[in-house]
């Protein structure tokens, strides 16, 4: 992200299904990362993607919410559902994989806004928009890919991060597929 400010698809995607691959680890131990952002990825120089910074994640079996009225994390990449005071689970942290996805391609976060509390209102009363207005090149798979990560509704979300890993993989699938078939 320091570097370049949207990464090329192939590279893109091999660092997205890295990340998810962190991630259903972590889930599948029951940890909810709930900071998931580019700051807490470092890529190797092997291209290897490591998720870091597992400060405020949490163990979701012994989860009894929050001591105070703020909901930890980055708002940017805050679940809708986490700002109305709900529980982190797998949906949350792929809607942040989806925002950091969002990101990765588009170049911007879905939403974004000096004020905290007008970003707040916004990701609680906005729909995101559509990834194809700012990148109308990307492939139809890949953007709706991204919209479905970053649903509003945590069940039109991929339900976890494996999941959202076999989508990427099933869409690079296909582009290879077409690359072949027009050689």
Known sequence: ???????PLGRGLAIAKGICGGLAAAHRIGVVHRDLKPENVIVGDDGTP???DFGIAIESKLYRGEETDTVPGTPQFLAPELLRGEMPSQRT??????????????GRVPFDDNDTARLVRRVLAQQPPKAQTLRPDLPPELLSILDRAVAKDPGAR???????????????????DRVLAEV
Request: charged share 30%; glycine share 6%; net charge negative.
């Open 1 to 7: 992200e320091d570097q370049e400010r949207m990464l």
């Open 50 to 52: 490591r998720l870091m």
């Open 93 to 106: 942290d792929v809607y942040a994989m989806g925002v950091l996805l969002y990101e990765m391609f588009t």
């Open 158 to 176: 991929f339900p976890d991060a494996e999941a959202l890993a076999d989508g990427i993989a099933r869409f690079e699938g296909q582009a290879l």
